[in-house]
């Protein structure tokens, strides 16, 4: 990726009280806000993390988003999964290059995105096409229409059960985020390969034990579950403290591994 920001990139505009403004560039058009104007054309051709300055003189900082700052703005059909356990689930489910990977529900696309910069290909199941249509927009715009010959959402019910995948390799990793993941489990069993990567988020508690039950009956093993706290500090001269909020709870996660059974 070229230092310079080009026609077509996404860019953010940070201003000084870091209020973050995001757009793709487009020659001939504009950004507005409160505080004036900046040309699309002002910015094409300038070096990332360049300062820029509004008609009414508002100072920004132009920058490409990185994945957790476009997943914190872009439109949602559903409730995403936060950046803070998006990184954790890709070590949990051991995510990398040529996997094959059964996701479901797809909700916005956020874990898609985050799985599918790994370099996997995902067969995705959802139940509401206006979420998969979301999904997939969100994907082809942060990660261009290539990551799309990876990602395969269909418009199917996971609790009905799995398909084999087309050339009859069997998953590597099944990765939900649905109400009842207890309900794949079976399917999940049955479409992976042995020694295949099982992982699920769920809000609540009753949703990880009732899963951990799942799991101990179909031959998965290994299975732990955790939750990530996330603690950001206050660091501004010698007031150096934990900030005062934060977030308390976003989900569990579940992660266990197929036996050959
Ligand atoms: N992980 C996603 C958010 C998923 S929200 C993200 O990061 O963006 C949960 C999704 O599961 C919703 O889109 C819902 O429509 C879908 N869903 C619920 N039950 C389902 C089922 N039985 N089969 C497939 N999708 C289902």
């Known amino acids: 990726m070229n230092q310079e920001l080009a026609e077509g990139d996404l860019v953010q505009l940070i201003d000084n009280k870091g209020r973050r403004y995001q757009g793709e560039l487009t020659a001939g058009k504009e950004f507005h806000f409160h505080s004036g104007i900046i040309g699309h054309d002002e910015l094409i051709g300038l070096p990332e993390g360049s300062v820029v300055r509004s008609s009414r003189s508002q100072v920004f900082t ?36 040529g996997m094959r990977v059964l996701e479901s529900g797809v909700g916005s696309g956020a874990l898609s995105m985050a ?40 418009l199917r019910d996971c609790y009905e059960g799995i398909d084999p995948a087309d050339d009859a390799r069997p998953f590597d990793r099944v990765v939900l985020d649905l109400p009842e993941p207890w309900r794949v489990v079976p399917h999940a069993a049955e479409a992976m390969r042995s020694g295949g990567i099982f992982c699920a988020y769920t809000p609540s508690i009753v949703q990880v034990t ?48 197929l036996g050959a059974g």
């Not at 949602?76 to 990398?96: F, N, T």
């Not at 990530?228 to 001269?237: L, P």
Request: net charge neutral; proline share 5%.
């Open 115 to 154: 799985m599918l910069r790994c370099g996997v290909e995902i067969t995705g199941y959802e139940i509401r096409e206006d979420f998969a249509n979301r999904a997939t927009a969100n994907v082809e715009r942060f990660l261009g229409a290539e990551a799309l010959a990876r990602y395969d959402v269909q």
């Open 62 to 97: 132009v920058l490409r988003p990185s994945l957790s700052e476009f997943i914190l703005k872009m439109p949602r059909g559903a409730q995403v999964i936060y950046p803070k356990d998006l990184g954790p689930i890709l070590m949990l489910a051991d995510i990398g290059p």
């Open 210 to 257: 009732q899963l951990r039950d799942a799991l101990d009956a179909h031959g998965f093993f290994a299975s732990e579950s955790l939750e990530v706290m996330n603690r950001g500090w206050h660091i501004e001269g010698k007031a150096v403290r934990p900030d005062h909020r934060m977030v308390a709870h976003t989900g569990f996660l579940t992660h266990a591994r």
